[in-house]
């Protein structure tokens, strides 16, 4: 009993489908939100499903399974959307690459595996904002675990007080485990003992994440593990009902009917290439959109959804009127803060500079999945929150509440700069601060009316003051973490750009000269309440003034999580898969309407 993969349009022996999930719908299908909705619905074997999605397979390519190669999956890969921003003004005026996965498992099968939840106060304010209880942080809390299982530390470390098992899942799909012991974790727990400002969180994934504590990955055993291999895989061995088309490109969804004036989208036009021949299939109840935060908005945007007067100017015949189709996106800005080292042990320094020692670790990986390349970016993360009665917050706090943070501190062992060049020599200890509750808003708008242009992504990073003003405190905070007691003979200096930055004018400028992305987009296609005037889908994710056709992916979030967005996708995937399935109280109804 198993579902079909198939690499090519013709080679499809099905079109009748309930479902068309054109990527990311997760549990059983591709993407991080597509994948969990495939492989959930797959569970009905009285439906059928088929998950289009516009790269290859996530089989047999190294990087993609082995952690500590993940930075090499991007930029300018065959496994990458290849994107890039405009010039960003609040950076100088700097292009930067904007990577997504372009693969089955979609950005899960490139990231940094990274494992966040984010905040009570995330989730219950997007309860608040959409006016739907059910996406309150208790209400959620069992979609949370149904997605993970809490795995031991690779290396076998007891991680007794590293991560309280209560609040994980014990049978869900996707591995969630602790990372190897390194000599530094010593020196960073060392720190939260000696000042108050830092203390330790024993599992940021509680909801209470203010704190800093060990990082935990979606990794299983020294392995990657994604929406492909958590949920898609799995479902297609499993259950006969679903069916993958890789290497298929969706060009748009298609009005197929209306029903008293409500057009009905339940088409969907693809092509493997932008010369090739063009197929359409119909979903017999809805297309689920789950193509990420930059090809969801276009999608809509080419499918005639979005601000009506900017379609007709650019050609798109206008059937929707949705003005915030590609508004309000948001990310998190970082900077990478790097501090020389007196370190006299092997790092991933060593292996990022000497081949002989990267290709035995390989070798060990490949024999007993141990060693540094289980490693990914992080050892620790923390999340802190500026005080209260700071004056940068005299237009008020963008955060979700108190326990949600201002500002994230990424930890590595070694140098982890994207935009600065590696020394020769030396060993680093790098303190990544990231912007986890921006108030600066962006967009995603098309290019061209060609499905094949990438579209234009702006994230317009630090464009609201305070945002400039918390990444400047985040890192004078840095400092100070370095300063603590039991860092004096480890800590030997700063990085030449980051010494240079003393004043907080100098240390505003160095961050805009330095930021870069954590590669979390997310608002585009923003849920609100069922009767706002605003938001572009409905708190059950339907499309507002469509039947039909949803939306499950990161572009939904109204308001960008205080985390790294993975976590969060997974969980609104589960619950809206669970929506879905059981076309529960919401007017879901809508959809089977007869055409
Ligand atoms: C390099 C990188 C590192 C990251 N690191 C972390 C991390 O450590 N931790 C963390 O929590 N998050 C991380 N993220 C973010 C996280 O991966 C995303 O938030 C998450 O994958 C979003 O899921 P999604 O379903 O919205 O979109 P995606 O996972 O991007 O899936 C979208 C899918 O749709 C497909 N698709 C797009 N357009 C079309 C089309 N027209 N036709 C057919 N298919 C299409 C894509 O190929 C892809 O498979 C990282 C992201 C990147 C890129």
Same mark, same amino acid.
């Given at each position: 009993?198993?579902?079909?993969?198939?690499?090519?349009?013709?080679?499809?022996?099905?079109?009748?489908?309930?479902?068309?999930?054109?990527?990311?719908?997760?549990?059983?299908?591709?993407?991080?939100?597509?994948?969990?909705?495939?492989?959930?619905?797959?569970?009905?074997?009285?439906?059928?499903?088929?998950?289009?999605?516009?790269?290859?397979?996530?089989?047999?390519?190294?990087?993609?399974?082995?952690?500590?190669?993940?930075?090499?999956?991007?930029?300018?890969?065959?496994?990458?959307?290849?994107?890039?921003?405009?010039?960003?003004?609040?950076?100088?005026?700097?292009?930067?690459?904007?990577?997504?996965?372009? !693969?089955?498992?979609?950005?899960?099968?490139?990231?940094?595996?990274?494992?966040?939840?984010?905040?009570?106060?995330?989730?219950?304010?997007?309860?608040?904002?959409?006016?739907?209880?059910?996406?309150?942080?208790?209400?959620?809390?069992?979609?949370?675990?149904?997605?993970?299982?809490?795995?031991?530390?690779?290396?076998?470390?007891?991680?007794?007080?590293?991560?309280?098992?209560?609040?994980?899942?014990?049978?869900?799909?996707?591995?969630?485990? /602790?990372?190897?012991?390194?000599?530094?974790?010593? !020196?960073?727990?060392?720190?939260?003992?000696?000042?108050?400002?830092?203390?330790?969180?024993?599992?940021?994934?509680?909801?209470?994440?203010?704190? /800093?504590?060990?990082?935990?990955?979606?990794?299983?055993?020294?392995?990657?593990?994604?929406?492909?291999?958590?949920?898609?895989?799995?479902?297609?061995?499993?259950?006969?009902?679903?069916?993958?088309?890789?290497?298929?490109?969706?060009?748009?969804?298609?009005?197929?009917?209306?029903?008293?004036?409500?057009?009905?989208?339940?088409?969907?036009?693809?092509?493997?290439?932008?010369?090739?021949?063009?197929?359409?299939?119909?979903?017999?109840?809805?297309?689920?959109?789950?193509?990420?935060?930059?090809?969801?908005?276009?999608? !809509?945007?080419?499918?005639?959804?979005?601000?009506?007067?900017?379609?007709?100017?650019?050609?798109?015949?206008?059937?929707?009127?949705?003005?915030?189709?590609?508004?309000?996106?948001?990310?998190?800005?970082?900077?990478?803060?790097?501090?020389?080292?007196?370190?006299?042990?092997?790092?991933?320094?060593?292996?990022?500079?000497?081949?002989?020692?990267?290709?035995?670790?390989?070798?060990?990986?490949?024999?007993?999945?141990?060693?540094? /390349?289980? /490693?990914?970016?992080?050892?620790?993360?923390?999340?802190?929150?500026?005080?209260?009665?700071?004056?940068?917050?005299?237009?008020?706090?963008?955060?979700?509440?108190?326990?949600?943070?201002?500002?994230?501190?990424?930890?590595?062992?070694?140098?982890a700069a994207s935009r600065e060049t590696f020394p020769n020599t030396g060993?680093?200890?790098?303190?990544?601060?990231?912007?986890?509750?921006?108030?600066?808003?962006?967009?995603?708008?098309?290019?061209?009316?060609?499905?094949?242009?990438?579209?234009?992504?702006?994230?317009?990073?630090?464009?609201?003051?305070?945002?400039?003003?918390?990444?400047?405190?985040?890192?004078?905070?840095?400092?100070?973490?370095?300063?603590?007691?039991?860092?004096?003979?480890?800590i030997t200096g700063e990085f030449p750009l980051l010494a240079a930055a003393?004043t907080d004018a100098e240390i505003e400028a160095y961050a805009r000269s330095?930021?870069?992305?954590?590669?979390?987009?997310?608002?585009?296609?923003?849920?609100?309440?069922?009767?706002?005037?605003?938001?572009?889908?409905?708190?059950?994710?339907?499309?507002?003034?469509?039947?039909?056709?949803?939306?499950?992916?990161?572009?939904?979030?109204?308001?960008?999580?205080?985390?790294?967005?993975?976590?969060?996708?997974?969980?609104?995937?589960?619950?809206?898969?669970?929506?879905?399935?059981?076309?529960?109280?919401?007017?879901?109804?809508?959809?089977?309407?007869?055409?």
């Amino acid at each position: 009993v198993n579902g079909a993969l198939y690499t090519h349009p013709t080679h499809l022996t099905s079109k009748s489908y309930d479902y068309i999930i054109c990527l990311t719908f997760s549990r059983r299908s591709a993407g991080v939100g597509g994948g969990v909705v495939a492989h959930r619905l797959s569970e009905n074997p009285d439906i059928r499903i088929l998950l289009i999605e516009a790269g290859p397979s996530n089989e047999g390519i190294l990087p993609v399974q082995v952690p500590l190669l993940c930075t090499s999956l991007n930029p300018d890969t065959a496994y990458d959307w290849n994107y890039t921003t405009t010039p960003q003004t609040g950076l100088n005026g700097t292009v930067l690459d904007y990577p997504r996965g372009r !693969l089955l498992g979609g950005s899960s099968s490139i990231n940094y595996m990274l494992w966040t939840r984010g905040s009570r106060d995330d989730y219950d304010r997007l309860a608040r904002v959409s006016g739907d209880a059910g996406w309150a942080w208790d209400a959620l809390v069992p979609f949370m675990k149904s997605v993970e299982t809490l795995a031991p530390a690779v290396d076998g470390h007891n991680i007794s007080g590293e991560v309280d098992p209560s609040v994980h899942g014990t049978s869900g799909p996707l591995t969630v485990s /602790m990372s190897m012991s390194v000599p530094t974790d010593r !020196l960073v727990i060392g720190a939260t003992q000696q000042l108050e400002e830092f203390p330790f969180v024993e599992d940021m994934n509680s909801g209470s994440p203010i704190g /800093m504590g060990y990082g935990q990955s979606s990794i299983r055993n020294g392995t990657r593990d994604s929406s492909a291999t958590a949920y898609i895989q799995p479902a297609l061995a499993r259950h006969k009902n679903l069916d993958v088309l890789l290497n298929s490109h969706v060009l748009r969804v298609l009005k197929t009917g209306s029903v008293n004036g409500v057009p009905v989208f339940r088409g969907v036009q693809f092509a493997t290439s932008a010369n090739a021949t063009v197929f359409t299939l119909n979903a017999a109840r809805e297309v689920i959109l789950s193509a990420g935060a930059i090809a969801t908005p276009q999608l !809509l945007l080419l499918s005639g959804i979005g601000n009506s007067a900017r379609l007709k100017e650019t050609g798109i015949r206008a059937i929707v009127d949705l003005p915030d189709v590609g508004q309000h996106m948001q990310d998190h800005p970082l900077v990478a803060n790097i501090f020389n080292t007196s370190s006299q042990d092997i790092t991933t320094d060593d292996i990022q500079r000497n081949s002989t020692l990267a290709a035995e670790e390989l070798t060990q990986w490949q024999t007993s999945r141990k060693g540094f /390349m289980t /490693m990914t970016i992080a050892t620790q993360i923390g999340w802190f929150r500026v005080r209260d009665n700071s004056s940068i917050f005299a237009r008020g706090d963008p955060s979700a509440g108190p326990t949600s943070p201002h500002y994230e501190m990424i930890i590595s062992d070694g140098f982890a700069a994207s935009r600065e060049t590696f020394p020769n020599t030396g060993r680093f200890f790098t303190v990544v601060t990231a912007l986890v509750s921006p108030a600066s808003r962006g967009s995603v708008t098309l290019a061209s009316t060609n499905p094949f242009d990438n579209p234009i992504v702006d994230p317009n990073f630090f464009s609201a003051p305070v945002d400039i003003a918390i990444m400047r405190e985040a890192i004078k905070a840095s400092r100070r973490l370095v300063s603590a007691p039991v860092f004096a003979d480890y800590i030997t200096g700063e990085f030449p750009l980051l010494a240079a930055a003393q004043t907080d004018a100098e240390i505003e400028a160095y961050a805009r000269s330095y930021a870069t992305t954590v590669l979390h987009p997310v608002g585009t296609a923003a849920m609100s309440a069922f009767n706002a005037s605003n938001g572009v889908v409905n708190p059950d994710l339907t499309v507002k003034g469509t039947i039909g056709l949803r939306v499950v992916d990161s572009s939904i979030f109204p308001f960008i999580p205080a985390a790294h967005t993975q976590a969060p996708t997974y969980i609104i995937a589960e619950r809206a898969a669970s929506i879905i399935a059981s076309h529960g109280s919401v007017p879901f109804t809508e959809s089977f309407l007869p055409v």
